[in-house]
Nanobody, 122 residues
């Protein structure tokens, strides 16, 4: 059974930083592309960032480019999202997902975590 679990969410002030983590088991971790998605209340699910199976290639949504950094440690089967300069528009439920195709769209991801809440106060 595949299990994907996010952690690290919480409440932070605008301008602050937060790091999210994601672990995955039950799959060959280093064969999967990994992505972070987020969804704010009443909004569509948004692709935030994507990283290739070996970590060499990354992609970011324009809204977070320059502020967020995605990385992975395949030895520990862990994905990270370093978030800096947070603003209230970053408030959302953040999801970690694993897939076999290259693209920051939820249709390409087969395995999802339960989400971790990030709230940024002004």
């Amino acid at each position: 059974q595949v299990q994907v679990v996010e952690s690290g969410g919480g409440l932070v002030q605008a301008g602050g930083s937060l790091i999210l983590s994601c672990t995955a088991s039950g799959l060959t971790f280093d064969l999967f592309n990994l992505g972070w998605f987020r969804q704010a209340p009443g909004k569509e699910l948004e692709g935030v960032s994507l990283i290739s199976s070996g970590g060499a290639n990354t992609r970011y949504a324009g809204s977070v480019n320059g502020r967020f950094t995605i990385s992975r440690d395949n030895a520990r089967k862990t994905l990270y999202l370093q978030m800096n300069s947070l603003n209230p528009e970053d408030t959302a439920m953040y999801y970690c997902a694993a897939g076999r195709s290259w693209g920051l769209s939820p249709q390409y991801f087969d395995h999802w975590g339960q989400g971790t809440q990030v709230t940024v106060s002004s």
